[in-house]
């Protein structure tokens, strides 16, 4: 399908480590983003990855890449309440008109205290 | 760095006014400008893209001359909504490419939140 798919909800107690994870569509997708938005606020860069990487690690963040599955996740370890949001993966999409971005529906994450 | 404004923050119009949204690149100059619209618990519908100097390129089913968008300059667009209506009532957010920018990296705006009365 045209859709960037991920699971709705996630709820964590603080602590633990969330997963979250997005299939995506285009094989062709040079880069993968993951964004945070909370409560009415715009989208924050979280952090990206090269489709000809498997794994990226930032701090807390750690980026999983299946190029065969067009599968990514995001894990978030020791996860705080502050990390509480809307989490959007993204693919970068080719268009006539140059490249677009397409979001999934986003992922509700809840951390419990 | 790679900061985003918009103004103004909300805004409350009556039905069959105008309203105009600006994005600012802060720190960096965007060559392309994106506007997304966001419902309640869903996810963003780009609904234009804007490249500085020429026309902005709108997504299938969105009215061009109903959403009027100005990209000036490298660090500015705009969004105009025409006479507005209850139905254009949504969160608008931007987004801006740095020129010479990695990938297709965008940084959003804080976004705006519309309301037509």
């Known amino acids: 399908g045209e859709d960037v798919e991920q699971s709705l909800f996630l709820s964590v107690r603080e602590g633990d480590s969330s997963v979250i994870n997005c299939t995506y569509t285009?094989?062709?997708?040079?880069?993968l983003y993951w964004y945070k938005q909370e409560p009415g606020a715009g989208l924050q860069l979280l952090t990206y990855?090269?489709?000809?990487?498997d794994m990226k690690q930032d701090q807390r963040l750690t980026v999983l890449l299946n190029k065969k599955d067009k599968h990514l996740s995001l894990r978030i370890a020791d996860t705080q309440t502050g990390d509480s949001a809307i989490y959007f993966c993204?693919?970068?999409?080719?268009?006539?008109?140059?490249?677009?971005?397409?979001f999934g529906a986003g992922t509700i994450l809840r951390v419990k205290s | 760095g790679a900061v985003v404004s918009q103004h103004p923050s909300w805004v409350i119009c009556k039905s069959g006014t105008s309203v105009k949204i600006e994005c600012r690149s802060l720190?960096?100059?965007?060559?392309?400008m994106f506007w997304y619209r966001q419902f309640p618990k869903q996810s963003l519908m780009l609904m234009a893209t804007?490249?500085?100097?020429?026309?902005?390129?709108?997504e299938q089913g969105v009215e061009k001359d109903k959403f009027l968008i100005n990209h000036a300059s490298l660090t500015l667009s705009t969004l105009t909504v025409t006479s507005a209506h209850p139905e254009d009532s949504s969160f608008y957010i931007c987004?801006?490419?740095?020129?010479?920018?990695?990938?297709?990296?965008?940084?959003f705006g804080p976004g705006t939140r519309l309301t037509v009365l």
């Open positions: 990855i090269f489709s000809n990487m």
């Open positions: 993204a693919e970068s999409r080719s268009m006539e008109y140059g490249n677009k971005l397409v």
């Open positions: 720190d960096f100059q965007a060559t392309t």
């Open positions: 285009d094989s062709s997708s040079t880069y």
């Open positions: 987004s801006a490419r740095e020129a010479g920018g990695f990938g297709d990296t965008q940084y």
């Open positions: 804007s490249n500085e100097g020429s026309k902005a390129t709108y």
